[in-house]
């Protein structure tokens, strides 16, 4: 494991430096090897090295027939070093098609039995040196799943999986690496652009390195730089990034390898206005301030977000229950500790309340749909936790029609005077606090 690790941070580093002191960048060719019986055509083939090439990281060599070797699993690396040989290859991505998997099930829908059938695509792919070193492996499967009878173009099933593990094949097996002077300023400048295939939005881990022994305390300084940072603009040989966790100490020397991109999980606690209009019978009409808990997920990157979760309220006698989509912007204040998110989408609540009446033997029920518009303060204090708090309006989302089932079972809309609250609306506005934690 260690040799792997090895060969592949030699690999990432030496694109790097090839891109950016010449044009050559490392050959890289795609093999297929036929232990299955599914051999892929040259379609298939060069949708993986379509994506390694559009990297901007490998140069591919078309192989023509040479790509399909009908080899044997011992005679396998001899035949990889000599196409390296052969064609003066670095790298090799050696595709194994697994054949189609079908799988049927049957379920019940509307009250019928309905036989379902699953389809399987599986590519393994293994990565080699020119001197048939392992590299890394990966494997990426693409089902589809339909009623019988049930057909689909499995050639486009593999042309499919072989692009998706190229993508991944990018991120785990051949990060972009580089090493350079950390500065301590919000944006600032790395030493790589779009000529090594870098583009905007990556997110890079960074780490301090030490060169030598330090000599005295203030060089163990330097050595506390780390964090996560992302690319704002790209350029030819260049590029300007900031931080979106952690911190750089001026003058010292840092790694960044790419990484995937980061995602936050958070949980509120705020107050919603909300218009009351009160049941047949009972107290005036008149407002209320509804307690929320809200739960979920979003991305974490600077610029365009997106962010769901679900939430949960209640008054007395009522609650509800619902889900929620936003997306917008995440904007630097002062990165990476503050940032501002503003952001729009809508919300879908389930309400219930108690009934009043004995001739009702359920809760009332209502469905609603709002349009929601929030604003968000972060502060992230460590580097995973943080603060945050916003304002959010919210337009429409009234329930004024309430479902009940009686004690004859028939299903039917409330009367005035079996329920507590005749229409109950949310809105115009939402108070919220809580905590949010980057998961990288």
């Not at 001899?78 to 194994?96: G, H």
């Not at 990018?170 to 919000?186: G, V």
């Not at 998110?341 to 029920?365: C, K, T």
């Not at 709002?370 to 337009?395: K, N």
Request: charged share 20%; net charge negative.
């Amino acid at each position: 494991m260690y040799r792997t690790f090895v060969l592949s941070i030699i690999l990432a580093t030496s694109m790097a430096v090839s891109a950016a002191f010449s044009s050559d960048l490392p050959k890289l060719a795609v093999v297929s090897i036929d232990f299955d019986g599914f051999v892929p055509d040259g379609d298939i083939m060069k949708a993986a090295g379509d994506k390694m090439e559009e990297s901007g990281r490998f140069d591919v060599v078309e192989l023509g027939e040479d790509a399909f070797l009908l080899t044997s699993p011992a005679l396998l690396l001899d035949s990889l070093k000599n196409l390296a040989s052969r064609y003066d290859l670095d790298v090799v991505m050696a595709l194994e098609f697994l054949d189609p998997d079908t799988t049927e099930r049957t379920v019940s829908i509307d009250d019928s039995l309905v036989t379902m059938v699953k389809i399987d695509v599986e590519v393994l792919g293994r990565f080699y040196s020119s001197s048939g070193h392992l590299i890394g492996t990966l494997d990426h499967v693409v089902e589809r799943e339909g009623r019988s009878p049930f057909s689909i173009d499995v050639h486009e099933m593999a042309r499919r999986a072989a692009g998706m593990l190229a993508d991944r094949a990018l991120m785990e097996i051949f990060p972009l690496q580089l090493t350079f002077t950390a500065s301590d300023r919000r944006v600032f400048t790395i030493p790589i652009g779009a000529t090594v295939g870098l583009e905007k939005g990556t997110v890079m881990t960074v780490m301090a390195v030490a060169r030598d022994i330090p000599d005295d305390p203030s060089e163990y300084e330097t050595l506390k730089s780390r964090g996560l940072m992302q690319v704002m603009r790209v350029s030819g040989g260049t590029a300007r990034a900031r931080l979106i966790s952690g911190y750089l100490v001026n003058g010292g020397t840092v790694v960044a390898v790419e990484h995937s991109a980061p995602a936050t999980l958070y949980m509120e606690y705020g107050g919603m206005w909300t218009s009351l209009e009160m049941g047949e019978g009972l107290e005036s009409d008149g407002e209320a301030l509804m307690g929320c808990l809200r739960v979920g997920v979003g991305t974490a990157k600077w610029g365009p977000a997106l962010r769901g979760g679900i939430r949960a309220g209640g008054l007395e006698h009522s609650s509800m229950v619902g889900v929620e989509l936003l997306g917008g912007l995440r904007i630097p204040l002062r990165s990476p500790e503050l940032g501002l998110r503003l952001e729009a989408g809508g919300d879908l609540l389930f309400h219930m309340q108690a009934v009043r009446s004995p001739e009702v033997v359920s809760d009332a029920s209502a469905v609603t749909v709002a349009a929601v518009a929030d604003v968000i303060l972060e502060y992230l204090f460590s580097h995973h936790l943080g603060l945050q708090s916003g304002v959010a309006g919210i337009f429409g989302g009234r329930a004024s029609s309430w479902t009940v089932q009686d004690a004859t079972g028939q299903i039917r809309e409330a009367l005035p005077d079996e329920i507590y609250h005749t229409s109950i609306g949310h809105g115009p506005l939402e108070v919220h606090a809580g905590l949010f934690y980057l998961i990288f």
